[in-house]
Structure formats: structure tokens, C-alpha cells
């Protein structure tokens, strides 16, 4: 099994920036990409950024909505993944997810989730 802990939420003013983090433990080769999605009150969840276990960096995803704010990254030493969160936005306020896949098998949202961490941005 795999468990994701995520943490660094908080109630911050628009402009201002957050790190999350997510630490994997279990077993963690299981696993081959990773992610974090969203949720906002009263609406779905959406996935904002992956990122690859094999080329990190190399190969990421954004949505449109937080590209060039948003940087994911991963530590595999640490079996940690990161999003490091700049520019915020009223509109970013929300419980983050991290998210593991089952390499290759489903969708990274049939995966391993965590608990959520919670996001606030005040004007």
C-alpha cells in the first residue's frame, strides 16, 4: 500500500505564496507518476499539475489556470513531492490533494490520495 500525507496549507493574502508538500511512504514503487488536484466549495475537483517519477522535471503538466504561477517538483530521496504556489489568487482558495498513480494502471485519479490540505487566499 501506499499513504500520502500531505501539509503547508494556509490562509494567506492574494499575492502572497505557499509550498505544499506531500510525503509518500509505503511502497513506494508502486507508484510512477504523481499529482496534485483541487477542490473549491461548491465545485469539482480538477487536477492542476503532474509530474513524472521517471523524468521529473522533464515531463510536468499545468493548467491553464496556474501555469507560471505553480512549480511542481519532486525529492525522490525524500519521497517527497512539492508545489510550490506564487501570485495567488482569491479564485486559488481550496483543499489541495496530492495523488500517486498505480503505474499504468487506470487514470492518476484511480490512484492513491491524500487528506487534502487547506488553501485560503483573502483579497
Known amino acids: 500500500q501506499v499513504q500520502l500525507a500531505e501539509s503547508g496549507g494556509d490562509s494567506v493574502y492574494a499575492g502572497g505564496s505557499l509550498k505544499l508538500s506531500c510525503v509518500v511512504s509505503?511502497?513506494?514503487?508502486?507508484?510512477?507518476?504523481m499529482g496534485w488536484y483541487r477542490q473549491a466549495p461548491g465545485k469539482e475537483r480538477e487536477l492542476i499539475s503532474t509530474?513524472?517519477?521517471?523524468?521529473?522535471?522533464?515531463?510536468?503538466y499545468y493548467d491553464a489556470s496556474v501555469k507560471g504561477r505553480f512549480t511542481i517538483s519532486l525529492d525522490n530521496a525524500r519521497n517527497t513531492m512539492y508545489l510550490q504556489m506564487n501570485s495567488l489568487k482569491t479564485s486559488d482558495t481550496a483543499v489541495y490533494y496530492c495523488?500517486?498513480?498505480?503505474?499504468?494502471?487506470?487514470?492518476?485519479?484511480?490512484?492513491?490520495w491524500g487528506r487534502g490540505t487547506q488553501v485560503t487566499v483573502s483579497s
Open positions: 495523488v500517486a498513480d498505480r503505474c499504468g494502471l487506470g487514470r492518476l485519479s484511480d490512484g492513491y
Open positions: 509505503g511502497d513506494t514503487s508502486r507508484t510512477c507518476g
Open positions: 509530474i513524472s517519477k521517471i523524468y521529473g522535471d522533464a515531463d510536468t
